[in-house]
C-alpha cells in the first residue's frame, strides 16, 4: 500500500532563510510524486511533481524538490522563504498501476516570520 | 475562471439531512475526483470518474454516499442521512489523462452537521 510521512508538523522559518519541509515515501514501484499547498479555507494549489528524470524538480512561486530514490525522500525546498509562504503544506504519491488515487500525507504547516 | 469548481462553497444541516455537492471540472479534463478533508489531516481519496464511468471507489465511500457524472462533465457528490463523522471539506478535483497527469483542485464544500 501507498503511504506519505511528513514527520514535521509545523516548520518555522524566518524570512529570507532557507526553508526545507520534509516528505518520505512508500509505494510499490516507481512513484509519481507531488506537492500542494493549501491557504486558510481554500483548495489545494499544485506546487510541482516529480515523474521521472532529472531528481531536481523545480515549480511553482519559487519551491523546488529533490527526489532521493535510496532514502525514498522528496524533500520541498526554497532558497528563501517569504513571510507569504505560511501555509499548509502536503506531499502526496501515486504508483504506476492502474489506480489514480493520490496518497497525501497529514500536512506540515510553515510559518514564515518576518 | 476556467479552474475547477464546486458549489456550495459552505452547507451546514442538520443530522439525517441529505446533501449533495456540485464539481465542475476544467473543461478538457475527463478524469475527475473526490477527496475528503477532516480537520489536522490530508485529504483522503472517495471515488475516480474517466469520463461518465466510476472506476474506482474507497473503503470510505459507505452506502450512504452516491457519487455522478452523468454525461462525463460535472459530477455530484450525495450524503444520505448526515451524521456528524460526515462533517469535512469535500474537494473535488481534475486532470486529462496522459502519462504525467497532475490533479488540479477545487476550493472545496465545507459540510458542517448538527
Known amino acids: 500500500a501507498q503511504s506519505v510521512a511528513q514527520p514535521e508538523d509545523q516548520v518555522n522559518v524566518a524570512e529570507g532563510n532557507p526553508l526545507t519541509v520534509k516528505c518520505t515515501y512508500s509505494?510499490?514501484?516507481?512513484?509519481?510524486l507531488f506537492w500542494y499547498v493549501q491557504y486558510p479555507n481554500r483548495g489545494l494549489q499544485f506546487l510541482l511533481k516529480?515523474?521521472?528524470?532529472?531528481?531536481l524538480v523545480k515549480g511553482s512561486y519559487g519551491f523546488e524538490a529533490e527526489f532521493n530514490k535510496s532514502q525514498t525522500s522528496f524533500h520541498l525546498k526554497k532558497p528563501s522563504a517569504l513571510v507569504s509562504d505560511s501555509a499548509l503544506y502536503f506531499c502526496?504519491?501515486?504508483?504506476?498501476?492502474?489506480?489514480?488515487?493520490?496518497?497525501f500525507g497529514t500536512g506540515t504547516r510553515l510559518l514564515v516570520s518576518p | 475562471d476556467t479552474g475547477v469548481s464546486q458549489d456550495p462553497r459552505h452547507k451546514i444541516t442538520k443530522r439525517g439531512q441529505n446533501v449533495t455537492f456540485r464539481c465542475d471540472p476544467i473543461?478538457?479534463?475527463?478524469?475527475l475526483y473526490w477527496y475528503r478533508q477532516t480537520l489536522g489531516q490530508g485529504p483522503e481519496f472517495l471515488t475516480y470518474?474517466?469520463?461518465?464511468?466510476?472506476?474506482?471507489k474507497s473503503r470510505l465511500l459507505s452506502d450512504r454516499f452516491s457519487a455522478e457524472r452523468p454525461k462525463g462533465s460535472f459530477s455530484t457528490l450525495e450524503i444520505q442521512r448526515t451524521e456528524q463523522g460526515d462533517s469535512a471539506m469535500y474537494l473535488c478535483?481534475?486532470?486529462?489523462?496522459?502519462?504525467?497527469?497532475?490533479?488540479?483542485f477545487g476550493p472545496g464544500t465545507r459540510l458542517l452537521v448538527l
Open positions: 478535483a481534475s486532470s486529462f489523462r496522459d502519462n504525467q497527469e497532475t490533479q488540479y
Open positions: 516529480y515523474i521521472t528524470g532529472d531528481n
Open positions: 470518474f474517466q469520463n461518465e464511468a466510476q472506476l474506482e
Open positions: 502526496a504519491v501515486r504508483d504506476h498501476t492502474g489506480f489514480q488515487k493520490l496518497v
Open positions: 509505494v510499490s514501484g516507481n512513484p509519481y
Open positions: 473543461s478538457e479534463h475527463n478524469r
